[in-house]
């Protein structure tokens, strides 16, 4: 049996801000142990991962940030760090919980931006308070689901995140804190990655599709939506998936992206820092996408949208399909930037449903996003009510 935290810490309560999956989750509660660290200097903020690269991306971005000296640590052993398994690109997530757990559960808290790490509870881990922070804001059905009610802590970023967590069952309201999204305060502190160069000015395109193998586009029609940019002059594209699309892609699947790679108007970027700090959505003017979270970042500025219903799939009235209310649903890809040009046209007729999206789906104030975030983890520790200096 895991002792317990009671029996291992010491007066100061001792939170663990955990990376275990890949790097575009860590920008989600980042800024919550920096603000954490900032203003509680009674909690012992901790950061604990399981690669170097997390490691280096963390401590590039704490100093970037002039953060409070914050200790991070790589987990053991090493050669469980060093395992990839059917080309992933992070050790095995259950395993490398599996060896932590008793070092884990000497923790006051785990905070994750994942959900593998509710098995932590069937490994012994028992007192710990167990905080998930979501890494997103989308509608994709799949984040919803049985492991939610694992978490003694559960952000939304907005109301309907709320919402439908609590109306589905996920989470009781008791367990849900709304927070606003943390990851703006870390964008807006830091400067955009550069951004890619093109051969002339044009209207950019970001092409933006998801993993998921069914909802996504890319298997059915990626390689024909970057065939139309590249030969039409009307549009420069950035390309950059969700980052898990090409995550431990075969050599072959890479390589069939060669005859874009030094086209003057198109920009590819499988999993680079632009792709999940905010670049790409900051500086297109218009979304391609499917069911991608990343629309919501996009629409910070309203801006026009285009989405592709690769499967056929009977969306309207489907939650996990909100975002496409935000611009034109196209059911095949024959015409697509003649698409895009009437998504121009018409983006007027959208506008109201961006920012009711955006508003309902963000709930900022006043308060960063980080400090609410991190008021509600110190609110549940024991014996805590304690405020920021």
């Not at 660290?37 to 012992?44: E, K, L, N, T």
């Not at 939304?156 to 367990?175: C, L, S, Y």
Request: net charge neutral; hydrophobic share 40%; glycine share 8%.
């Amino acid at each position: 049996m895991i002792q317990s935290r009671a029996e291992t810490r010491g007066s100061r309560a001792r939170v663990c801000f955990l990376y275990i999956a890949q790097t575009h989750q860590i920008l989600h509660s980042l800024p919550i142990a920096i603000a954490m660290a900032r203003g509680w200097p009674d909690i012992d903020v901790e950061i604990a991962a399981t690669s170097q690269e997390h490691l280096d991306y963390v401590r590039g971005l704490l100093g970037a940030l002039g953060a409070p000296p914050i200790a991070s640590r790589l987990l053991p052993p090493t050669w469980l760090r060093n395992l990839r398994l059917r080309g992933a690109v992070t050790p095995p997530k259950a395993l490398m919980l599996a060896a932590n757990a008793r070092k884990l559960g000497r923790f006051d808290a785990i905070v994750t931006p994942e959900r593998t790490t509710a098995l932590l509870r069937k490994l012994g881990v028992k007192d710990s308070l167990l905080v998930y922070t979501q890494h997103g804001a989308g509608d994709r059905g799949g984040p919803f689901e049985a492991r939610l009610r694992t978490f003694d802590l559960v952000m939304a970023a907005g109301p309907k995140q709320r919402d439908r967590m609590i109306d589905e069952g996920w989470v009781t309201p008791g367990a849900c804190a709304m927070v606003g999204y943390p990851k703006f305060d870390i964008i807006d502190a830091l400067p955009p990655s550069p951004l890619p160069v093109f051969d002339q000015a044009r209207p950019v395109v970001l092409y933006n599709p998801h993993f998921h193998p069914t909802l996504g586009s890319w298997t059915r029609w990626g390689r024909r939506v970057l065939e139309q940019f590249a030969d039409d002059r009307r549009y420069n594209l950035i390309f950059a998936p969700h980052i898990r699309l090409f995550e431990g892609a075969d050599p072959k699947t890479v390589e069939a992206l060669a005859p874009f790679v030094d086209h003057p108007r198109i920009h590819l970027d499988l999993g680079g820092p632009a792709a999940i700090d905010m670049t790409y959505t900051r500086a297109a003017d218009i979304y391609l996408g499917d069911v991608s979270s990343q629309v919501y970042e996009f629409l910070r500025t309203p801006k026009p949208c285009l989405f592709l219903n690769a499967e056929g799939v009977a969306w309207e009235g489907d939650e996990s399909f909100h975002h496409w209310r935000y611009g034109p649903v196209l059911d095949g890809v024959d015409g697509l930037l003649d698409a895009v040009g009437s998504a121009r046209r018409t983006h007027g007729d959208y506008v109201e449903a961006q920012e009711h999206g955006f508003a309902e789906s963000f709930d900022l104030q006043e308060t960063p996003s980080s400090t609410r975030a991190a008021q509600a983890i110190i609110d549940r520790l024991p014996k805590s009510n304690r405020r920021p200096k």
